[in-house]
């Protein structure tokens, strides 16, 4: 591959758009594809060194079936920068990306990168995680910047267990800050949220140490703080009595956390792990609890250690 890539971004919504400015700064060939473009999946992707996928997680199985039909060459790198979890299975967007393309290298992009900061070329810094070491760097180079620090990464379940699962803390978060709870009980919450996130992190088998980084404790600083995120926006307008159906009406975008609050609580169940905070998110989406009930039955429960993983 030369210097300048050819670079196919699949999900024209906020975080494709984004993605491919920044590529398009460091001057590589972008080309954007839309459910509703005139141009085909096959044009877009025709040549592409990097195939970079940033589609909803409802979209991701549909769209490598897509591609399955397409000669795509082994040399062509994915990247996924989906943040979901595929009900029913909890695959992650890398496990599906690459179970369609086993020949392929895959690399996961994820950090804390608000769409909305990044368009109006505000800094920031993101990971890029795969078992190819090449691969990781090939992407690094492609999006790397002064004003977009991209680090690699050898732990790809890792970085996208916690761009993934820090959603589901970003709606408790907004939650809490709905409820005007206070600087206190959004810390605890932060903190707890994320060891709540390694201890089932762990068990998926991602390691501990890739939580503490940029797209674990690091998304969780930019998204439980910020009301540009739209997981956040859910939790807070939750927070003030508002119903999950209004509130996603009004949104017009994605929020994952949503689906993976639910995706969550099942494996959690299945591998008999410890969710509380999730566990609350997700009786409160499905209404099953009031946001103040959901907050005495985190505050009530036994006391413990607070290391017990
Ligand atoms: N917006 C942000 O700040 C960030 C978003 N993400 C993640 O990126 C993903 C996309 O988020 P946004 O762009 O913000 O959402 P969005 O709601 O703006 O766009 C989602 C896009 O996915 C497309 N899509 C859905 N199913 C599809 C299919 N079958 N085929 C083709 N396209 C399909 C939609 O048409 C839309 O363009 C989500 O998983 C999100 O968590 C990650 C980092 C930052
Ligand atoms: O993942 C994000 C920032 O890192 C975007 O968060 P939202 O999907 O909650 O807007």
């Given at each position: 591959m030369t210097n300048q890539k050819t670079v196919a971004i699949l999900g024209a919504g906020a975080w494709g758009k984004a993605l491919a400015t920044l590529a398009q700064g460091n001057t590589h060939d972008v080309r954007i594809y839309s459910?509703?473009?005139?141009?085909?999946l096959a044009e877009t992707v025709e040549n592409a060194d990097i195939i970079l996928s940033a589609v909803s997680i409802k979209g991701v199985k549909n769209i490598v079936s897509q591609l399955n039909s397409l000669a795509i060459p082994t040399q062509t790198i994915f990247v996924t920068a989906t943040k979901g979890l595929e009900p029913q299975t909890t695959r992650t967007p890398s496990q599906i990306w690459q179970e369609g393309f086993p020949n392929n290298r895959v690399v996961v992009l994820c950090g804390p990168n608000l769409s909305k900061e990044i368009t109006q070329d505000l800094p920031a810094a993101t990971v890029v995680a795969s078992n190819s070491e090449s691969a990781a760097e090939s992407v690094q180079m492609v999006f790397n910047s002064t004003r977009f620090r991209v680090y690699t990464n050898s732990d790809p379940l890792g970085v996208e267990l916690g761009g993934t699962l820090k959603n589901v803390m970003a709606i408790a978060a907004g939650v809490c800050d709905g409820l005007q709870l206070g600087t206190n009980a959004k810390a605890a919450l932060m903190t707890r949220g994320l060891t709540e996130m390694v201890r089932i992190g762990v068990d998926w088998g991602?390691?501990?140490?890739?939580?503490?980084g940029l797209s674990g404790l690091g998304d969780i600083l930019a998204t439980c703080n910020s009301p540009l995120s739209r997981n956040y926006q859910v939790g807070y307008q939750l927070g003030q009595g508002k119903t999950l159906s209004e509130i996603l009406a009004q949104l017009n975008?994605?929020?994952?956390g949503v689906n993976t609050a639910e995706v969550l609580v099942q494996r959690a169940k299945q591998q008999n792990i410890s969710m509380p905070i999730t566990q609350g998110v997700y009786s409160l989406l499905k209404a099953e609890v009031t946001p103040r009930q959901a907050l005495l039955d985190l505050m009530k429960r036994d006391i413990k250690p607070e290391y017990n993983y």
């Open positions: 459910r509703r473009g005139s141009q085909t991602a390691k501990l140490e890739t939580f503490y975008e994605t929020a994952e």
